[in-house]
Structure formats: structure tokens, C-alpha cells
């Protein structure tokens, strides 16, 4: 799927621009299925943002055009390869836009959802053609984030998996595979792990909201961008590596996990957590928060990237 | 403490090494005091690799000297205004070199363990002056991560704990304070929150280990260098921030905590760890990737740090 491609985004929330933007820049003819005309709106203005990203980023096609907008699956100009669903995330609302979906695309065009909390067994449930239904799901915003995670349900036919990989690599993603439905996939869980002992630390009074931030961005980030969780405890192994750290701090891991906590977030921890977010965010308004936040992570993963591949 | 001190390590293992070129190379006059002569080919090994790296971070002194080494804390040729501490983590041995210390050096020098595992309250029980004791704990290396944890012990004096949280500062670190004594201080604890979520994914064959390294390095890393796990989570909530997240998604993040796994290092776990790692390695030393990991780290802090403070 290297080609020039015909590809749908069912949903013109900022999930489905973002997928709309990043696949129309890459050469391929897309269009956004939404009701609301606003989505026009919306969708300019992500295709503004997002441009610049990807040029940066090596994945912008010169002369490729902006997706369009059409109201419904019945007024697509094309017979669609791929299929991205990006609709919110309430499954009565996705289960009768995909019957509508079938109704209108071949029988064989692959269908991935952005989905973050449904899963993919429930959602091919009640579908025609439930095989070419796989998970796709993006890091927010997708034209920037690289990771892309899929997964099989379980009436996914053997081939959709591998095609959507090769499209989602052609366009430069890395693409994780979730061998088995699980809630919050991997990237979710990961976050939801590290965040539930950020709200014990925050909630216990062992350190303030700010600081626990700043262990995280000034410590800990930057080395997870470089190597992963378990890379980190293979090179505390020394020459020997992860089995020689198993053997001598296996069970001082144990023993840290047993003490690490499982908080609730009830009123006095909602409480510690917002007083907190406020002293970290010194006035800044989320947006001006997300627009750094945006503005600097192009430049860590544009840095990554030249650091992974300097012919790049 | 911003003027020229007088600076002590105890100990030349890879951590001693580390904060002595870090002290001198600020212009501090640094040394370090261990028994074994092996120790001055791995100081000035050290100071090679780390003066370049506090040249480019903005942190070397021209002309600074490199650290000396002496034998035992009788043979210090000052009295220092701190020791750092960064022997092995045995309390029986770090009990002994403390009673010798103490011997040697004024009443009032701040002595800063850099221990990861034992306490403060432990390690100050039966020193003659307990109130001058903290930790302060680095993230290796020392030259080249930002954060250092402080904390109390329970017989630490009310100046202690600012005065080396100043001198720290002075030196460009990020200070962490830990206002409660608890296993792993902050950076360790959120670094096992995270692995043991790793390993239970890699151990219930939800993804590989190679896909959940790269679910953190090519996602969630970057991120996390630039946005902390509560400041995503504000921003997930709009305009209005945590407490409209908290509102509407509080319950399903507490019902992805009860989901997440609790592992054990049993003998299937470390196997599948194992085989993993060699997949993520594909034939790279430990020593190769810890090279790499360095490289491509100081350019990764070197660009955040250029990016929150634009005029450095």
C-alpha cells in the first residue's frame, strides 16, 4: 500500500483530522466522513498546523492535496483501500456508523478504529463483513506522535493485520503490535501504571505534584526516549546484562513493587492533585501548555530521529 | 555555596567518579578519597568523557582542575564544606567509613549519601553528628542527568537540607525534595511503577518486549520529557484541565489501575525477559547500547534545555 491510496476517516473529531492530515500528506487522496460542516473548519486548520510537522518530519509530499469533507459514507467520490473510524468513543454510535459504513465501501476494504477503550471483539460484533475490522490506534496528535497501535479481534481474518502494518509503516509509523485485547492497549496502560504511582507519591505527601512533574521531565523522559524499561535494567547488569540484574536485584524489585501504591481518587487526592497541577501550570492556560509542549516535542523527535538515522 | 568549596567523595566506584568530575570541573576543588589506587585511572577516565559533556551542557569552568585522589579521610588536604557519600550499599561498611569520616572532618560539614536503597534515618543512627546527614540522590551519571533527591533522616538539623539543595542548584541540577522517607525515593518508584506494568504485558504475552520498549522510547518518552504523567492528563481535560478530566474520566482510569498486572520474577517471567532483551539488543553489547544511550541522551537534554531557556 505504497501507492498513491483512496483512503476514508469515519469522523472529523481532532482524532480524525489529525489521521486525515498526515494521510493526505503523504500523497494520498483522502476524505473526511462528517455531518457537521464545521469539520471544514476544523480540518483547514489542522491541515495548517499539521503541514509544517510533517515537512519537518520528512513525510510531507510536495503538490499533495488537503483531504475534503463529505457529509455522509453515500457521497464518498471513491471506492476506499482503508478505512480509519475516528468517531467518540460510545459503541451504540460506532456499531450504526459502521453498518451504514458496509453498506456503502467493497467488502474487503479494511476498517481500523481509533478506538483508545472499546475493543475491537465488541465492535465487529454485528458487522457484515467482521475480517477486515482491526484496532489502529494513534499517540494524540497522530501526524505527530510515531506510534500507531493494532491489534486483532476476534474475528479479524488472517490478512487484515499485515496490510494495515504495511500502511501504517509506509508512512513512517511504528507500529506496535497488541497480541491480545487488553484495556488501554499498551501505550494506556504503560501511562496509567506510571501515573497511579505519580497520584500515591502526590497523595502521601512523599513529594509535591511539581516535583514528582519534574522527576519525570527532567529525569526519567528523556532517558525513556532513548532506552525502554526493561533496556534500562539490562544495562544496570553491567557486561552480563538483564539475566546477571535478575539474579542480584530480582527480588529488591520485588519487594519495590510490593511497596509501591494503589491510591483512589477521592475528594482529598482530587484535591492535592489539582492544588499541585495549579503550581505547575504557574498561570500558563492548558492550551499554552500543549502548544509548548507540541513545539518542543517536534523538536526531541526530530532529534531522535537524525540521532536514529543520520542519513535521514 | 556558589563560591569555590572544598568538596569530598567518599568512595571512586562509577558514581563517586561521576559527582567528583561534576564538582570539579565546576570549579570546585574536589577530592576524592578511596583505598584502592585502581581508582585514579577511572577518575581520569571519567574526567575525559564527562568534560565534554559539561562543556556542551554549559557546565565547565575553564581552567578547572581535575579531581586528586586520596587514600583515607586523614589524608584529606582540607577541611571540606561537604562529602558526598557514594560508597557500596551495605550499611555495616557505609556505618564504619562514616565514624572515620566524622573523625576527620568539622562538626558542621554536610555529609550527602547517595544511596538509592538504605535511609538517612538508618544511616545517621549512630554517627556523632547525625543533624549534618541528608541524601542526595543523583541519577547516573551524575554529570550528565539532571535530577538529584534530597531528604531528611529523622535526626537531620532544620539548615541542612537547603544548604545542599543550594549547592545542587548551583551546579544547574534539578533539586527534588522527598518530604517523606519511602523505598526508592521518587525517581526509582516511578521507574518500578512503569517496568512492572512492562513486565506484566511481556509476561501475559499481551505484546513482545521489544514492542513494549518501543511503545516508551517512540512514544511515551518524548512525551514524558516534556509534559509530566499529571500535566498529560490536565491537558486531556480541555480548557478546564484536571478537574473536568477528573470529573468525566476519574472512574475509568481507576478501573484501568485495578487492571493493571502484578507480576512476579518467577522463572517463566525472567525467561521471557530475557529472550526479549536479546531481540531489542540484536547483537549490541551492553556496553554499545550504554554508548549510544549517552550519545543520544546529551543531545536530547541539550535540546530541552535550549528549548526552556532559549537565551543559554
Redesign the interface.
Same mark, same amino acid.
Given at each position: 500500500m505504497t501507492a498513491t491510496r483512496h483512503i476514508a476517516v469515519l469522523g472529523g473529531g481532532t482524532i480524525g483530522c489529525g489521521w486525515a492530515v498526515m494521510f493526505a500528506a503523504a500523497g494520498h487522496r483522502t476524505v473526511v466522513i462528517d455531518p457537521d460542516p464545521a469539520v471544514a473548519g476544523r480540518l483547514a486548520e489542522t491541515w495548517a498546523v499539521a503541514v509544517p510537522v510533517l515537512d519537518r518530519l520528512g513525510r510531507h509530499t510536495a503538490g499533495a492535496a488537503a483531504p475534503t469533507l463529505v457529509a455522509t459514507c453515500a457521497d464518498l467520490p471513491f471506492a476506499p483501500d482503508l478505512v480509519q473510524e475516528a468517531l467518540p468513543e460510545r459503541m451504540a454510535l460506532k456499531r450504526v456508523a459502521l453498518a451504514d459504513l458496509e453498506a456503502a465501501i467493497p467488502a474487503d476494504t479494511i476498517i481500523a478504529t481509533s478506538s483508545s477503550?472499546l475493543s475491537v471483539s465488541d465492535l465487529q460484533r454485528e458487522m457484515v463483513h467482521p475480517e477486515r475490522m482491526v484496532l489502529g490506534h494513534p499517540?494524540n496528535p497522530p501526524y505527530l506522535?510515531? !506510534?500507531v497501535?493494532i491489534c486483532a479481534g476476534d474475528r479479524t481474518g488472517p490478512d487484515a493485520l499485515g496490510k494495515v502494518a504495511a500502511f501504517y509503516d509506509s508512512l513512517g509509523k +511504528?507500529v506496535? /503490535? +497488541?497480541? %491480545?485485547e487488553?484495556?488501554?492497549h #499498551?501505550?494506556? *496502560?504503560?501511562?496509567?501504571?506510571?501515573?497511579?504511582?505519580? +497520584?500515591h507519591?502526590?497523595s502521601?505527601? @512523599?513529594?509535591?505534584?511539581q516535583?514528582?512533574? *519534574?522527576? +519525570?521531565?527532567?529525569?526519567?523522559?528523556? *532517558?525513556?526516549?532513548?532506552?525502554?524499561? !526493561?533496556? @534500562?535494567?539490562?544495562?544496570a $547488569?553491567?557486561?552480563?546484562?538483564?539475566?546477571k540484574f535478575?539474579d542480584d536485584l $530480582?527480588d =529488591?524489585?520485588? *519487594?519495590?513493587?510490593a &511497596? #509501591?501504591g /494503589?491510591p &483512589? #481518587?477521592d475528594d482529598r487526592t %482530587?484535591a492535592i492533585?489539582?492544588e499541585?497541577?495549579a503550581e505547575?501550570?504557574a498561570g500558563r &492556560?492548558?492550551?499554552d501548555?500543549?502548544a509548548?509542549?507540541d %513545539?518542543?516535542?517536534l =523538536? #526531541?523527535?526530530d532529534?531522535?530521529r537524525t540521532?536514529k538515522d543520520p542519513n535521514s
Open positions: 477503550g499517540c506522535m510515531p !506510534t497501535e +511504528v506496535l /503490535t +497488541v497480541r %491480545r487488553a484495556p488501554g #499498551l501505550v494506556n *496502560r504503560l501511562q496509567a501504571a506510571l501515573w497511579r504511582e505519580a +497520584v507519591i502526590a502521601e505527601g @512523599i513529594a509535591s505534584v516535583d514528582v512533574e *519534574r522527576a +519525570v521531565t527532567d529525569g526519567l523522559g528523556a *532517558r525513556w526516549a532513548v532506552v525502554g524499561p !526493561t533496556t @534500562i535494567f539490562h544495562l $547488569g553491567g557486561p552480563a546484562g538483564l539475566p535478575l $530480582g =529488591d524489585v520485588e *519487594r519495590w513493587w &511497596s #509501591l /494503589t &483512589s #481518587l %482530587r492533585l489539582i499541585g497541577m505547575v501550570a &492556560s492548558p492550551a501548555i500543549g509548548e509542549r %513545539r518542543v516535542m =523538536d #526531541l523527535l532529534c531522535l540521532n
